[in-house]
Nanobody, 118 residues
Framework: VQLQASGGGLVQAGGSLRLSCAASGRTFSINAMGWFRQAPGKEREFVSSILWNTGSTSYADSVKGRFTISRDNAKNTVYLQMNSLEPWDTAVYYC????????????WGQGTLVTVSS
């Protein structure tokens, strides 16, 4: 599976961005897609995920109520709508694919930088 993420950029605090991640290849085997982020000097952390078949979602506490994950199965694309962005949301955002429930995310995109200015 190959992943192409896009949509990052520079935004002021309180603003919004929408990230996209298009999957190609063995997409029929996808169990879930997720977003992770890594801020400068910090470890990568989970942001949100969505089950490909059911659409069930999960969020980190830090983004609940501000971020919304969605998917378009026909386009093999997952989106992350980010509202009320804050400077601490600044990070490189990565999309990833999980193929088997309970196992680690196996495929990762190249990352897209989100910078939130105060």
């Amino acid at each position: 599976v190959q992943l192409q993420a896009s949509g990052g950029g520079l935004v002021q605090a309180g603003g919004s961005l929408r990230l996209s991640c298009a999957a190609s290849g063995r997409t029929f085997s996808i169990n879930a897609m997720g977003w992770f982020r890594q801020a400068p000097g910090k470890e990568r952390e989970f942001v949100s995920s969505i089950l490909w078949n059911t659409g069930s979602t999960s969020y980190a506490d830090s983004v609940k109520g501000r971020f919304t994950i969605s998917r378009d199965n026909a386009k093999n694309t997952v989106y992350l709508q980010m509202n009320s962005l804050e400077p601490w949301d600044t990070a490189v955002y990565y999309c990833a694919v999980n193929m088997v429930p309970g196992q680690a995310y196996a495929y990762w995109g190249q990352g897209t930088l989100v910078t939130v200015s105060s």
